[in-house]
Nanobody
Framework: QVQLVESGGGSVQTGGSLRLSCAASGSTYRANCMAWFRQAPGKEREGVGV????????YITDSVKGRFTISQDDAKNTVYLQMNSLKPEDTAVYYC???????????????????????WGQGTQVTVSS
C-alpha cells in the first residue's frame, strides 16, 4: 500500500502562486508514476500532470503549461506542484495520485485517466479569487 498526504492548498488572488506537496509513504516502490488531478464543482476530475519518478520526466496538460510545474524530492519521497499566475478557473480540489508504471511513456498515458491510479491522497482545496 501507498499512503499519500497532500498539503499546501489555500486561497489566493488572481496572479498569485501556491505550491502543493504530496508526501508518499509505505510501499513507495509502487509509486513511480505520480500525478496531480483536480476537480472543480460539477466537473469531472481533470489531469494536471504527471512525473515519472524513475527519471524525473514530467508532463503538464496544455491548460496549465507554462504556469504549473511538477518536481520531486527523492530524499523526502515528495512531489510538488508549483502553481504560478493562478486564475479563477484553477479553483478546484487538487488530488495527488500514484501508480506503479512500467515506463515513462506508460506514466504519460495515465495522465488523463484517474481510474488507472490506485492510490490517492485526501485532496486539498485551492481557491483563486478575482
Amino acid at each position: 500500500q501507498v499512503q499519500l498526504v497532500e498539503s499546501g492548498g489555500g486561497s489566493v488572488q488572481t496572479g498569485g502562486s501556491l505550491r502543493l506537496s504530496c508526501a508518499a509513504s509505505g510501499s513507495t516502490y509502487r509509486a513511480n508514476c505520480m500525478a496531480w488531478f483536480r476537480q472543480a464543482p460539477g466537473k469531472e476530475r481533470e489531469g494536471v500532470g504527471v512525473i515519472y519518478t524513475g527519471g524525473g520526466n514530467t508532463y503538464i496538460t496544455d491548460s496549465v503549461k507554462g504556469r504549473f510545474t511538477i518536481s520531486q524530492d527523492d530524499a523526502k519521497n515528495t512531489v510538488y506542484l508549483q502553481m504560478n499566475s493562478l486564475k479563477p478557473e484553477d479553483t478546484a480540489v487538487y488530488y495527488c495520485a500514484a501508480a506503479d508504471s512500467k515506463a515513462r511513456y506508460d506514466c504519460y498515458l495515465r495522465s488523463t485517466s484517474p481510474e488507472r491510479f490506485p492510490y490517492w491522497g485526501q485532496g486539498t482545496q485551492v481557491t483563486v479569487s478575482s
